[in-house]
């Protein structure tokens, strides 16, 4: 009778403790990244910030954009951090030039359609444009007199065969990517100057002489702190890519206060995102140090 009362007693406890209003709830939320450093240092920052504030937060990185994106349609992902230009190129085959490189523009578009999918696109980083670009050791570029990609451009209809180009498969393929930048820019590389690898290997071949021109992000540190150029994109080809948080309605109607804990990473600057690159691709810190470190330069936690 007595391990009767206990047990009643202890249940009741415990429903008791579950009822009560001021005693914190488990809020469990996914969080996606991409398959490049930028993407994982995002996908931690917001991990830090999100669980301070008592979510249980499991990071699922390391996937390309189409999938990434679809899982969070079907809801396998809760939150991660989008380009706007990507979304605009690749998910809506947006062409407008007018639309694509005009920050508000696109980020208008690109907002009003995915809250017809239950997409919630948070405030953009104005600061940052981590856009896509081509580089070339400083050497070579200066040897080449090559300083854009119309320079480029010409210089391989005069020299087909001579440069090796490195870039990711997605680079390859997608509507922002190589294959319609050779067609706006009216040059073509052979096949066989092609070179398709993983994203961060683009930056090594490239340092080791095994290609003469690369895809990169603009906020890579490498770009600087290895010597390499970028090839300004004078023809505008490449859309405005600033990242912001996209978030399953689902889940902000659940949590709203999801927006106010991310605010702060809109502190961020192309030039800030450089620098945490860097510290990760080449002063070897962990993505965990690196954002860490940033998030308490700005008193965000302890």
């Known amino acids: 009778m007595q391990s009767f009362w206990k047990t009643v007693f202890g249940t009741g406890l415990i429903l008791a403790l579950l009822s009560c209003p001021g005693l914190a709830q488990p809020k469990p939320l996914i969080i ?35 999938v990434l994106r679809r899982s969070l349609e079907r809801g396998q992902v809760d939150l991660y951090f989008e380009y706007t230009g990507t979304a605009y190129t690749v ?8 639309v694509m490189t005009d920050p508000e523009k696109v980020f208008s578009f690109v907002k009003n359609a995915d809250a017809k999918k239950g997409l919630v696109w948070l405030p953009r980083m104005q600061e940052v444009n981590s856009t896509y670009t081509l580089i070339m050791a400083g050497q070579q570029a200066r040897e080449l007199n090559i300083s854009t990609i119309s320079e480029l451009a010409k210089y391989v209809n005069q020299h087909p065969e001579e440069l090796i180009f490195g870039m990711n498969a997605e680079f390859w393929g997608r ?18 100057n092609i070179r398709k690898m993983a994203t961060g290997l683009t930056y090594t071949a490239l340092k080791q002489g095994e290609t003469d021109v690369s895809m990169a992000f ?12 970028e090839l300004a994109d004078d023809r505008k080809f490449f859309p405005v890519y600033n990242p912001a948080p996209v978030v399953r309605k689902k889940i902000l109607a659940k949590y709203p206060e999801i927006k106010g804990i991310l605010q702060p990473l809109n502190r961020l600057s192309t030039e800030e995102l450089r620098k945490l690159n860097k510290a990760v691709d080449v002063d070897r810190k962990s993505v965990q140090a690196a954002a860490r470190e940033w998030l308490k330069s700005q ?4």
């Open 32 to 66: 996606g990244g991409k398959n490049f450093t930028e993407q994982y240092i995002l996908a931690e920052m917001a991990k830090i910030l999100l669980e301070q504030k008592g979510f249980q937060v499991t990071l699922k990185t390391g996937v390309g954009s189409t």
């Open 91 to 98: 998910y809506y085959d947006g062409a407008d030039r007018d």
């Open 218 to 229: 603009s906020t890579d540190g490498r770009i600087l702190a290895w010597g390499f150029v």
């Open 299 to 302: 008193e965000l936690i302890q």
């Open 175 to 192: 509507p922002d990517g190589f294959r319609n930048l050779m067609k706006a820019y009216g040059f073509r590389v052979p096949p066989g």
